[in-house]
């Protein structure tokens, strides 16, 4: 999806959000509180959390994600209490042990008492000489919860669990919604599901879903029209495994306002793309919307990411898929090392960005970015649109989108670009899609995350 991870920070958490932190399951409290500590202080040092989940042993895993979504969730509040309750700040893995507690103890998933318990065992075998300073903390957090809950509301990166510089920037580009944007980030996200009509009709796997009761039996289907998605979204997040005939390709998990690129493409000049029409997929990983586009067509599609390990995962999308496009490791901004010289009839953009649109999934986001990313990375956008239009033949077209609710990231980029180009044209397009807003159809329960999209269409000389 990204060609590259922003350049002051690491990529976000490429996990699917999980449920609800569990109780535990077979494993204490204590040591999935150890692990959750690990993580948080190490995206707080600017490692996402895929990359810590990864390091986790197997069985610890599903747990620690979940307790690490939930406090990222919390963090801005979390930090704040801590400062009230501990002005100096101790060493980081205990100070991440104080806010995993302080973030959980401020919802509903345990009782007060056994977090302190619980955070006191992990102290105590991690970190014996803090579990005096844990204890005593988070014991006066329960005597005094109320009152210090009440002194933080007035601080907004307490009460929208942001950064100042992003709630700063969420007022200026959408001051009707930014409150609405920054209270949906916290919304746990659907699992939305794309059907590889090569395999069957969206209302058959539909039917699929409510016989293996993953949809309720009055459930309708959506509607199937060409040139725009037919998301399945389900009431519930399932493991993969659960989906019928996943394995088979039957099906893939994709958010609803991503299914909206590559219809949009194959379908931007009025009638599908004819069979055979070359395509690039210019920043492909991890490969859903290349896998998307060959779905939809017979497409000669190439499929670029400049980093190998993730355009690997790509080559798995495509074999699960049982499809196949031609995929390249290199540097979308500098088409001199892998063009062939041939034009492309459709160019699909996905390009480097915040993720600031898909914080709902991924909540390490919104700590591991800083505000100077964003205009470094507006900075890569312009070089590799400007790189890529002369790869497009006249009359054809090219999607730019990012997952990003930030205006730098969307409209203003277009604008820019339409500004210094002068063949190219602008085309329909859904422009900016808040979180906040039920864009498919309203009432439908797959609302789709923060997503740009803009159509351009390269003039003919003399047209």
Not at 243 to 271: E, R, T
Request: proline share 10%.
């Amino acid at each position: 999806m990204r060609q590259t991870p922003p350049p002051s920070r690491p990529r976000p958490s490429a996990s699917p959000a999980p449920a609800a932190p569990p109780s535990g399951g077979s494993l204490p409290l204590w040591q999935l509180l150890t692990g959750c500590a690990e993580a948080v202080a190490a995206v707080r040092e600017g490692r996402s959390l895929t990359d810590v989940l990864a390091e986790r042993p197997a069985a610890e895993r599903p747990g620690v994600q979940a307790l690490s979504f939930a406090v990222l969730r919390r963090l801005g509040l979390a930090q704040a209490l801590r400062k009230a309750l501990v002005p100096k700040a101790p060493a980081p893995w205990v100070d991440a042990l104080l806010l995993s507690a302080l973030a959980l103890a401020s919802g509903t998933e345990y009782a007060g008492h056994t977090l302190v318990d619980q955070a006191v065992e992990a102290a105590k075998r991690r970190a014996r000489p803090a579990s005096g300073l844990v204890n005593a903390v988070l014991r006066r957090f329960l005597r005094e919860q109320a009152e210090l809950l009440n002194a933080v509301e007035a601080d907004p990166v307490a009460r929208f669990n942001h950064p100042a510089w992003w709630i700063k920037r969420l007022k200026k580009d959408w001051p009707e919604h930014w409150q609405a944007i920054l209270m949906a980030n916290q919304e746990q996200p659907p699992m939305t599901l794309r059907v590889n009509t090569r395999h069957g009709s969206v209302a058959t796997y539909h039917a699929r879903l409510v016989d293996a009761g993953l949809l309720p039996a009055d459930s309708t289907p959506p509607p199937a029209q060409p040139g725009a998605p037919s998301p399945i979204a389900l009431p519930h997040g399932v493991p993969v495994h659960r989906l019928p005939g996943f394995d088979a390709g039957d099906v893939s998990v994709q958010d609803a306002a991503a299914q909206i690129a590559a219809p949009l493409l194959v379908h931007a000049g009025g009638q599908a793309l004819p069979p055979g029409a070359r395509v690039l997929d210019a920043c492909a990983a991890p490969g859903g919307k290349t896998a998307h586009l060959l779905e939809l067509g017979d497409l000669d599609v190439t499929a670029l990411d400049a980093d190998p390990t993730r355009l690997a995962r790509v080559n798995d999308t495509l074999t699960r898929l049982g499809l196949r496009a031609r995929t390249l490791a290199a540097d979308a901004s500098r088409p001199d090392g892998w063009w062939d010289g041939t034009p492309f009839d459709a160019i699909l953009l996905d390009a480097p960005c915040s993720a600031s649109g898909i914080v709902r999934r991924h909540p390490d986001v919104r700590w591991l970015r800083r505000e100077s990313d964003i205009a470094a990375l507006a900075r890569l956008q312009d070089a590799i649109l400007d790189a890529l239009w002369p790869l497009l033949k006249p009359g054809g077209h090219l999607l730019y989108c990012t997952c990003s609710v930030f205006r730098m990231e969307g409209q203003d980029r277009v604008d820019a670009f339409l500004q210094r180009t002068p063949d190219a044209a602008a085309r329909p397009a859904p422009g900016h899609l808040l979180p906040v807003v039920e864009y498919l159809d309203p009432g439908r329960a797959d609302r789709g995350d923060g997503f740009f999209y803009a159509l351009l269409t390269r003039t003919t000389p003399g047209a």
